[in-house]
């Protein structure tokens, strides 16, 4: 539908809206006005009836046949409640015009004000209310008087009714007041007051309190005449007060059926008016629904033609939507193969043991970085996004070959493979092999992937392997020496054997001839002449022979201890370099002095040992060999200890104690010394292969380990340390007696 | 002379034909009839205001103890006393049968009960108060708000405050007194003297007067018709002056709401100024300066007995 027709539509309803609304108010308030209208006629007949109701009590109680004032006040009590309702119902009456008025604008200016106020209403009543007051106040005052005047003159004829006088004055009393009453000549009022001053002079002395009676008398008679005009002008006001008050409501409800006659004409032109709209609306409804009419048959005949039309286009569309499904199921599967592969890659890619990125020659950055690059370099992948990254934790001594690699796989058209150390962003170093292979698109290289692999452990395991190998060669050098040294022993033995022998000889020699000398010496003093006692002194002197016989005996025997010494030292390390392979029983404490002999070099300088050895120390089935060796070891680990302990090497405050001990099938030997100790780290570690305290090449971390599987594993022994920090250590080696035992256990 | 007799009774007969046919007409006294339609819980609340003292200004004085709804409807004084010990210038009447007044206060100033209860509260020779202040003390309590949002729908306001109080008072009309009873037919209710005090009543003219529902007010009257009561009794008040201190008019001077008698053997001292200590007293001064005549001990014995006799019953759970 066009705009315009669509606005045209809307126009009509709202204008129909409106129209509806405008007749439903102006009847609704049709409605109510009527209602206001009908509350208050019955209302002002309410007022007419009440009105006249108490204009007839007033009468009745004037004419003495209603005695109490209960039913006057209630009537104007009522007349009252009515003009209130009254009232406010009239103002509910101007207000529904004041809203006709704000609907129809200025159109009612033009009509008719009607003035409608109940206020002269409510002004009357009060007036009469007032004036009935006044009446029931004088009327009692009258209506008593009349009573009691003529009861006093019967009660005092009563009183004296044997005075005939007296009585006969009262009569013409009586009668002169009734006249006076009830005609209405005023010459009565004369001949009353000649009644009473007659009985006042006459009856002064007859009867006391005359004086008081006659007051009384006189008093009643002066109210019965003031009191009486007084009512009848209040009777005819209230009279006129009624009637005035009644020709008001008259006014009043005139007043009202003329506006309601204008209302209601006013309330039939609006009916008509929309009576009259009303139609045309309807009439304008039917020529519409006839022209839809028409133009819905000709619709029908349009449709069926759509309907062929649609019908073919329909099913091309669905061969060609089945077409497109076809086409799109086919995708589908290839993309989630897709998805698969890509999976997979990923997989593989994330779970290798190094960092796969692929770099982007033309871009000059990097278009892949897996998330190996966390294990690598220990970033994130988009940190590693340019060559500046990659070259920031790469090592800068290494940097240049590893440049000179990519570049030259560049060149090539050439894979490229390199170690390399790579600075992690948390410090640590790491070697890493990277091989990349340049990929080529039209001759140039587009792009580089390449796979970054730690191999810290290879590298790390290879420099282990270099250092066992340099310590194996030490040791076969060590062992060597150590055969050169067992050697050179053996051949120093021997002349040392001889050495001592003779030394033996000479010093025997040496003490007999130095005796002989003195035995001389003491003859020639004994006996001999004087000339040979001088020649034999000079003789003596000229030798020296003092100083012979005490320093050569000395120089002999120390001569004989040093012989004796090396014959000692030569010994030991025959023990030493030979030892028996086998299981034998041996003298430990022997074998201990031995090696304490041979390790002297390692420990004189800086400490003192001392030994504590168990005399009935048992004979230990073993390898004499090993035990040498591991408690070699020990003293030589415990010198050093004192080393590293007692910076002045003159101090010789250290201590190594050698002990030995029986324990039950078992002995003990137990090397201490009060060396810098250990703690408990290298406690638990020191057995470890390779595990060594000391600087790199002054140590091979594999005495103790050797030690250690020595005696646990060869002769199953247990070897455990104690040690405190700063404190020295001691190590302690339990041998088991005799092995057949060993394999019991 | 005989026949002067017998005329001067039959003219006599002519004006007691009024009277007559005052009597055959109807009583001019009507027993009590009890209010219906009231609302219970509002008569209730109205009962705790009556008796609270919060409507005073130092929370001394309640209606109650002006009006003592077990002793008569008032004080037993001649003047009431109100705050600070302060006396008034005229008479407390019977807060009893006070709804069946046409107007309230001696000089008629109150068309209603509710309008009556303003006058108290704020006069500062009674209360000594405000409604604002009353209104402040009784939102200060949550049972008065509470009891009050029971009743009313916008708690506690003056308007309220004053319905209460009077639908209270419209509860406490006394039914039921012989004297009722007798009117509804019950012969042997009151003595004969009593019925002889009626019959005096009546004929003596106090009827004209005190008559209606309430034996009395509903209608003014100058004190002092037939006598000048003031001059002889002397020391003249501006409370003296009723009816004039509302309208203004000469004619009003010395005149005041005529009281009703029910219940009024409970209620002396007499009087707009409690001059008449007992009914005989009352009774006689009535005599001589509204009806302008004298009486005897006998007649006023027997008027004091029908008196008596219209003391009805409070209903017990609004003492």
Not at chain 2, 98 to 118: H, I, K, P, Y
């Amino acid at each position: 539908m066009s705009k315009q027709a669509i606005l045209s539509v809307y126009a009509k309803v709202l204008i129909g809206l409106f129209l509806v609304l405008l007749v439903t108010f102006s009847l609704l308030s049709i409605n109510r006005y009527s209602a206001s209208y009908e509350y208050q006629k019955s209302l002002l007949s309410k007022l007419r009836l009440s009105s006249q109701q108490l204009h007839a009590q007033l009468l009745e109680v004037r004419g003495g046949f209603v005695v109490d004032y209960d039913g006057m006040v209630e009537k104007v009590s009522e007349i009252n409640n009515l003009l209130s309702s009254f009232a406010s119902s009239n103002s509910l009456n101007s207000q529904l015009s004041e809203e006709e008025k704000s609907v129809f604008g200025g159109w009612l200016e033009g009509q008719k004000k009607i003035d409608i106020s109940s206020a002269g209403l409510v002004a009357a009543q009060s007036s009469r209310a007032q004036v009935v007051e006044d009446f029931k106040s004088n009327f009692s005052v009258f209506r008593n008087s009349q009573l009691i005047v003529f009861q006093l003159i019967a009660d005092l004829r009563q009183m004296h009714a044997d005075n005939r006088v007296l009585n006969d004055d009262l009569d013409k009393l009586e009668a002169n007041a009734l006249k006076a009453i009830h005609a209405m000549i005023d010459e009565n009022d004369s001949a009353l007051d000649s009644s009473l001053s007659i009985i006042r002079e006459r009856h002064r002395k007859s009867f006391e309190d005359i004086d008081e009676f006659l007051g009384f008398i006189i008093g009643h008679f002066k109210v019965i005449n003031t009191r009486e005009s007084i009512i009848s002008d209040i009777v005819r006001d209230e009279v006129v007060l009624s009637k005035d008050f009644e020709e008001q409501l008259d006014v009043f409800e005139y007043k009202l059926d003329g506006e309601y006659h204008q209302h209601s004409q006013r309330s039939s032109m609006y009916r008509y008016g929309f009576g009259a709209v009303a139609l045309i609306v309807l009439f304008y409804g039917i020529f519409q629904a006839v022209r839809s009419g028409r133009l819905a048959s000709q619709l029908l005949v349009h449709n069926e033609n759509l309907e062929e039309v649609v019908a073919k286009r329909t099913e091309n569309l669905k061969l060609a939507t089945d077409n497109l499904q076809a086409e799109q199921k086919e995708r589908e599967k290839a993309l989630i193969e897709l998805k698969e592969s890509r999976e997979m890659l990923d997989a593989i890619i994330n779970n290798l043991h190094g960092c796969v990125y692929e770099y982007d020659i033309v871009d000059d950055s990097v278009s892949y970085m897996s998330r190996g690059s966390e294990d690598i370099w220990g970033v994130s992948p988009r940190e590693m996004s340019t060559k500046e990254d990659i070259r920031k934790y790469t090592n800068q001594d290494d940097l240049p070959s590893v440049c000179s690699a990519f570049e030259r796989s560049l060149d090539e058209h050439a894979p490229f493979n390199v170690e390399y150390r790579v600075m992690q962003k948390s410090g640590n170093e790491l070697w890493v092999r990277e091989v990349g292979v340049p990929i080529v698109e039209n001759g140039a290289v587009k792009s580089v992937v390449g796979l970054v692999s730690d191999i810290n452990e290879f590298k790390k395991a290879g420099e282990d392997k270099k250092r066992i190998q340099e310590e194996l060669h030490h040791a076969q050098k060590m062992e060597s020496v150590g055969q050169l040294a067992a050697g050179v022993a053996h051949e120093i033995n021997t002349p040392a054997q001889f050495i001592s022998d003779n030394l033996v000889f000479l010093q025997e020699s040496a003490g007999e001839l130095i005796g002989l000398v003195k035995d001389i010496e003491a003859e020639v003093e004994k006996s001999g002449g004087e000339s040979t006692r001088q020649v034999i002194g000079e003789l003596l002197d000229r030798a020296d022979m003092d100083y012979l016989a005490d320093e050569v005996p000395q120089a002999l025997s120390q001569s004989a201890g040093g012989i004796e010494r090396i014959a000692t030292i030569v010994r030991a390390m025959k023990d030493y370099s030979h030892p028996g392979e086998s299981l034998e029983f041996a003298d430990i404490n022997g074998a201990l002095q031995s090696t304490i002999i041979v390790s002297k070099s390692e420990w004189k300088y800086f400490a003192k040992l001392e030994t504590a050895f168990d005399e009935d120390l048992p004979m230990v089935e073993c390898v004499v060999g090993d035990i040498n060796q591991v408690v070699l070891n020990m003293i030589v680990n415990a010198a050093h200890a004192i080393v590293d302990k007692f910076d002045d090497p003159d101090n010789l405050g250290g201590l190594i104690t050698v002990r030995t001990k029986t324990l039950e099938e078992q002995v003990c030997i137990e090397i201490s010394d009060n060396g810098a100790g250990m703690s408990e780290s290298v406690k638990n570690r020191i057995f470890d292969q390779f595990f060594t305290t000391k600087e790199v090449g002054k140590g091979t971390g594999q005495g103790l380990s050797i030690a250690y599987r020595l005696i646990v594993e060869n002769h199953g022994g247990k070897i455990d340390v104690e040690s405190e920090p700063g404190e020295g250590a001691t190590f302690r080696i339990v041998l088991p007696v005799s092995q057949s035992q060993k394999n019991k256990n | 002379m005989k026949c002067l007799n017998r005329c001067g009774k039959r003219r006599v007969f002519i004006p007691l034909l009024f009277f007559f046919s005052l009597s055959s007409q109807s009583e001019p006294i009507v027993p009590i009839t009890s209010p219906s339609g009231l609302n219970e819980r509002e008569v209730q609340l109205g009962k705790r205001l009556f008796h609270s003292t919060e409507l005073s200004r130092d929370n001394s004085i309640s209606c109650a103890s002006c009006h003592k709804v077990g002793g008569g409807g008032d004080d037993d004084l001649p003047f009431a006393v109100g705050v600070d010990g302060q006396v008034g210038p005229i008479n407390s009447p019977t807060v009893l049968n006070s709804s069946l007044n046409a107007f309230q206060f001696w000089d008629g100033r109150a068309a209603t009960l509710e309008e009556q209860a303003e006058g108290p509260i704020h006069n500062p020779l009674e209360m000594g108060s405000s409604w604002q202040e009353v209104i402040e003390k009784l939102s200060g309590s949550s049972a008065w708000v509470d009891e009050f949002r029971e009743v009313y729908q916008d708690g506690i306001t003056s308007v309220n405050i004053a319905r209460a109080i009077a639908t209270y008072e419209r509860a406490l009309v006394t039914p039921n007194s012989p004297f009722d009873r007798y009117l509804q037919g019950n012969e042997s209710a009151i003595e004969d003297q009593a019925k002889e005090g009626y019959r005096l009543f009546k004929r003596m003219g106090c009827v004209s007067c005190h008559q209606g529902q309430n034996v009395g007010g509903n209608m003014f009257q100058q004190f002092g018709i037939m006598g000048d009561y003031f001059r002889d009794r002397g020391s003249i008040t501006e409370a003296d002056y009723g009816r004039f201190n509302v309208t203004g008019k000469e004619r009003d001077r010395y005149t005041f709401k005529v009281p009703g008698l029910r219940n009024v053997a409970q209620t002396a001292p007499y009087f707009h100024d409690g001059s008449a200590e007992t009914l005989p007293d009352a009774i006689r001064t009535m005599a001589r300066y509204q009806l302008g005549r004298g009486i005897t001990a006998d007649q006023v014995r027997a008027i004091e007995a029908f008196l008596k006799s219209l003391s009805g019953q409070v209903r017990e759970d609004l003492l």
